[in-house]
Structure formats: C-alpha cells, structure tokens
C-alpha cells in the first residue's frame, strides 16, 4: 500500500530564508506522481508542483523546487527567499501512477509559519 | 485561466437532511476526484469518476452517493447527515496528458 509521511507537523521560519519541508513516500509501484499542495487558513488547496517518477530531473515552479530522491524515496519541497505569505498547511500527496484515474493519496500535512 | 467550481462555498444543514455538493471541473477535464478534509485533518478520498463512470472509491459512507454527467460535472449527494459530516468537501479534476491535479475552492459543509 501506499504512504505518505511528512515528520514535520510545524515549522518556524525566518522571512527570506529557504525552507525545506519533508517529505517520504512508500510504494512497490515503479509508476508513480508525487504532488505538492499548499492550503492556505482560507481553505482552498493549491497545487504547487508535480514530480513524476520517471523524471530525472528535479521540478521547479518558480520559488519552489522538489528534490527528488527516488532512491531514498523521498521528495522535499524547497522553497527559495520565503515570504509572509508563504505561512499555510503543506501536504505532500502521491497517485499510484500516472494515469489520471488513480487517486492521490495525502500525508498528514506540515504547517509552516513564516516570521517577520 | 479558468479553474475548478464548487459550489455552494458554504453550506449549514441539520442532522438527518440531504445536501447536494457540485464540481464543475477544468474544461476538457475528464477526471474528477471528490475528498473529504476533517479539522486539522489531510484529505481523505471518497470516489472519482473518469468519462463519467466511477474508477475508484475510497471510504464514502453508504449514505453518500455520486454521479458525472455528459458535461463531466460531478455532484455528491449526502443523506440523513450526521455532526461528523462536517468537513470541507474538495473535487479535483485532472486532464487527458495533464500531470496537475487543480482542486476547487471547497464546499465547507456545516451539519448542526
């Protein structure tokens, strides 16, 4: 089965420091997506960035980068030069595969509160 | 761009009424998943549906019950609604070659 962990359930940060929050996955599948959502106290659940397991290379949108260790099974997400607005939940989440009819599973999420 | 509807935003029923929740999804999406978000919880798959017929269901209560339509939009219909209903209700809906799965705004069900 499936897993996602994330061991950080809060974070305190500098503003215009980097953070990486954690992220590790299981799975016996060789096909797989692993998703970033940020949910700010709003509610609404933003896609931040996908990785698919058969990219070599690292995602990037904008500020945020995904370090993917597919050895280690693990897939942080980096965010460069942290702003006010960054303070919000982040949920890592997986599908099994890449097709588009798998769900995407969640890990428990890691809030993150950016200080002025 | 235009992006996932739900609607109502918000929604207050009381116990044992029916509510109906809608998702309208990206257009040309052909995928929609519904989720269902506890307070303080992570999201927790209830059923999706691609080209209108479902392809997985995770823990949805007997009670609820979903549907696509020709115009791939998605509603969730819930009955005799319980006080542990309560939760944000989030559809996603994912593209034909398209890695990104957009979430809507959430329809925050309130069962007093």
């Known amino acids: 089965a499936q897993k996602i962990t994330q061991t950080q359930p809060g974070m305190f940060v500098q503003e215009k420091e980097a953070v990486t929050l954690d992220c590790t996955y299981d799975t016996s599948d060789q096909s797989y997506g692993l998703f970033w959502y940020k949910q700010p106290s709003s509610g609404e659940m933003i896609f931040l960035i996908y990785?698919?397991?058969?990219?070599?290379q690292n995602a990037t949108e904008g500020r945020y980068s995904l370090n993917f260790q597919k050895a280690r099974k693990s897939a942080n997400l980096v965010i460069s030069a942290s702003q006010l607005g960054d303070s919000a939940m982040y949920f890592c989440?997986?599908?099994?595969?890449?097709?588009?009819?798998?769900?995407?599973?969640f890990g428990k999420g890691t809030r993150l509160h950016i200080l002025p | 761009a235009a992006g996932v509807i739900q609607s109502p935003r918000h929604l207050i029923k009381e116990k044992r009424e029916t509510a109906t929740l809608k998702c309208y999804p990206i257009p040309r999406h052909d995928t929609v998943y519904w989720y269902q978000q506890g307070p303080g919880q992570d999201p927790q798959f209830l059923i999706s549906f691609y080209e209108k017929m479902q392809s997985d269901k995770g823990s949805i209560p007997d009670r609820f019950s979903a549907q696509q339509f020709s115009d791939y939009h998605s509603e969730l219909n819930m009955s005799s609604l319980e006080l542990g209903d309560s939760a944000l209700y989030f559809c996603a809906s994912i593209g034909s070659g398209n890695t990104e799965a957009f979430f809507g705004q959430g329809t925050r069900l309130t069962v007093v």
């Open positions: 990785q698919g397991s058969y990219d070599e």
């Open positions: 989440a997986m599908s099994r595969s890449m097709n588009r009819d798998d769900k995407i599973i």
